[in-house]
C-alpha cells in the first residue's frame, strides 16, 4: 500500500502550496502530489512544513575525519596548500574499515542535517602504501555499505587522479594512494555499476582537476565512460585556488575554466565543483553548457578559497546546487545561508540571490539547489513531485521561535536564525531516516567515529 503524508505547507517546485498530500510507493518514488486537498483526515500529517531533501553534490566524507584540526597556524600564510599537507597525512591512515566508520557516522550527520542523498568525490583507491588492494573495489565498497546502513542516497564518484601540477608533473609521494590508471578506474566504475546501482545508489566519474589529470587521460576517461553509461555525471574541481589559475595560465596561456570549457565538451551531465576564480566571460561560457556549479561555500570560506561570482552566475541562468566538501558543516541550510552571506559580504547588498519569482532568498536558494544538486547528483531528487524519490524534510515547529510565521518565514528562520541542531524529520527514499532529528544508527556511528579518530590521532 502506498504511504501518503498531509503537509499544510509545502514547497513543491514553483513554490509554497497550502494543504499538500504526497503519495510514495513501496520502491520510494512519488506517484501524486496534490495541493489544496480539502479532506485529509485518513492522512498521517506533517507537524510543520515540509521542504524538499537537499542533495549534497560534493562530499569527502574521509575529512570529516580531522574536520577542526587544521584551525592551528603553522605557517606565516597558511592557505589552501597548506591545509592540503594536513589532509594527506590523515588520508594515508585511513583504511577500509576507517573509512566505512568515518562515511556512516557522515551520512548519519548528513541526514540529520537535512541532506537526503550525497555525491561522494571518492580518491582513497589504493592501500596506504599505494599498492592495490586484493580487492580494487573495496574503498569504493565501504561508501556503498555506508550509504546503504544510513538509508541516504548516494552518487559514488570515483576520481581519476595521475599526478601533481600541469603538463604532466609526477605525484607526490603522498598522493600515492589516489593515482589510478584509466582502465583500471573505467573497470571499476562498470563493476561498481553492475554491482551496486540502485534506486538509491548512481555510479559516475570525478576527474579530480585540470592540474591533476592530463587533457589526453581525461579524453580517454570521457569515451570509455560514454561506452559504459552516456548519461552518467561527471564532476571536476576546477578554479578552485588563484594559484590554480596562474598555473594553468603559464602551462597553457589560458585561465582554468577557459581552458577547460574549449578543450572539452562541457554539458549538463558536468559539474564544476567550486568554479570560484572565474572571469564574466568564464562565467558566461560554463553557464551556457548547461553544466551545474558545484558551491561548498562553508569550506571555501574555511579554506580561504574566495568568493564564487553568485550574482553574474544567475544573470547567465546558470545552475547550481550545494556540497558540504570537507564536512566542516554538515547543516544543508548552513551551506544556504553561508552562500547568500558570502554575495552580501561581496556585494556589500542584501537578499543578493532572492528572484523575481522568489523573493523570499531562503526559498530562492532552496529550490535553486536542490534542481541543480539533482542535475550533478544524475538521480530523480529535483522536489516534491511526481516521478522523484521522496526525499523530503519536515521542519519540526516546537521552537517558540517559530510561532505565528508562515511556512516561507519558518524556513528563513531555519535558514539565517535558527541553531543546527534544531530537530527535523527526514524521508530519503520513501522511508524515515531521522524521526524527531534521531537516526537509529547515531549512537553506534558516533561511538565508532570517535575510536577510529583517535585511533588515527594516536598514529600522528
Not at 544510513?150 to 595521475?162: A, F, N, Q, S
Not at 559516475?204 to 587521460?217: D, E, K, M, P, W
Not at 558566461?284 to 552566475?313: H, I, K, Q, S, Y
Not at 541562468?317 to 566538501?325: H, K, M, N, Q, T
Request: hydrophobic share 45%.
Amino acid at each position: 500500500m502506498n504511504a501518503r503524508l498531509f503537509a499544510a505547507d509545502a514547497l513543491l517546485p514553483d513554490g509554497w502550496a497550502r494543504d499538500v498530500v504526497i503519495e510514495w510507493n513501496d520502491a520510494g518514488d512519488i506517484v501524486d502530489v496534490r495541493a489544496n486537498v480539502a479532506d485529509s483526515r485518513d492522512v498521517e500529517r506533517a507537524r510543520g512544513p515540509v521542504v524538499p531533501g537537499m542533495p549534497n553534490l560534493h562530499s569527502h566524507a574521509f575529512q570529516r575525519a580531522f574536520a577542526g584540526l587544521a584551525e592551528h597556524r603553522a605557517h606565516d600564510e597558511d592557505s589552501f596548500w597548506t591545509w592540503r599537507d594536513v589532509m594527506y597525512r590523515f588520508a594515508n591512515r585511513i583504511g577500509p574499515d576507517e573509512l566505512e566508520a568515518i562515511a556512516t557516522h557522515v551520512f548519519v550527520e548528513l541526514l540529520r542535517g537535512g541532506y537526503t542523498s550525497v555525491c561522494e568525490f571518492h580518491y582513497l583507491h589504493r592501500d596506504l602504501d599505494g599498492r592495490a588492494y586484493a580487492d580494487d573495489a573495496a574503498m569504493s565498497l565501504t561508501l556503498v555499505r555506508a550509504a546503504q546502513r544510513t538509508g541516504i542516497g548516494l552518487t559514488l564518484l570515483p576520481v581519476l587522479y595521475e599526478g601533481n601540477g600541469f603538463g604532466g608533473v609526477a605525484p607526490r609521494h603522498e598522493q600515492r594512494r589516489f593515482v589510478v590508471a584509466v582502465d583500471a578506474l573505467l573497470d571499476l566504475i562498470a563493476r561498481l555499476r553492475n554491482e551496486c546501482a540502485s534506486d538509491s545508489i548512481r555510479i559516475g566519474l570525478a576527474i579530480h582537476s585540470l592540474r591533476a589529470v592530463s587533457f589526453a587521460t581525461i579524453d580517454a576517461a570521457l569515451a570509455g565512460l560514454r561506452a559504459i553509461d552516456a548519461t552518467a555525471p561527471v564532476h571536476i574541481h576546477v578554479a578552485e585556488q588563484e594559484r590554480e589559475v596562474e598555473e594553468c595560465i603559464a602551462w597553457s596561456g589560458q585561465r582554468s575554466v577557459e581552458w577547460l570549457l574549449g578543450h572539452v565538451a562541457v554539458d549538463a551531465r558536468w559539474c564544476l565543483v567550486h568554479a570560484t576564480h572565474t572571469n564574466a566571460q568564464e562565467v558566461r561560457d560554463a553557464a551556457r553548457t548547461g553544466a551545474v556549479a558545484g558551491l561548498c561555500p562553508t569550506t571555501e570560506a574555511n579554506l580561504g578559497d574566495g568568493v564564487f561570482d553568485g550574482v553574474g552566475w544567475q544573470a547567465a541562468d546558470g545552475a547550481f546546487g550545494l556540497g558540504s566538501d570537507s564536512n566542516v558543516c554538515t547543516f544543508a541550510f548552513g551551506e544556504v545561508a553561508m552562500l547568500e552571506y558570502s554575495q552580501r559580504l561581496a556585494r556589500k547588498r542584501r537578499n543578493v540571490l532572492a528572484t523575481i519569482a522568489q523573493p523570499s532568498v531562503a526559498t530562492a536558494i532552496v529550490l535553486n539547489a536542490v534542481a541543480g544538486g539533482a542535475q550533478a547528483s544524475g538521480r530523480p531528487v529535483a522536489g516534491i513531485e511526481r516521478g522523484q524519490r521522496a526525499d523530503f524534510v519536515v521542519l519540526c515547529t516546537s521552537d517558540p521561535a517559530l510561532a505565528a510565521l508562515s511556512a516561507a518565514q519558518q524556513l528563513s528562520m531555519r535558514v539565517f536564525a535558527s541553531p543546527p541542531h534544531a530537530p527535523l524529520a527526514v524521508c530519503a527514499g520513501g522511508r524515515w531516516q531521522i524521526v524527531a532529528g534521531h537516526h537509529p544508527l547515531e549512537e553506534s556511528a558516533a561511538r565508532r567515529f570517535a575510536d577510529v579518530r583517535a585511533k588515527l590521532l594516536a598514529s600522528a
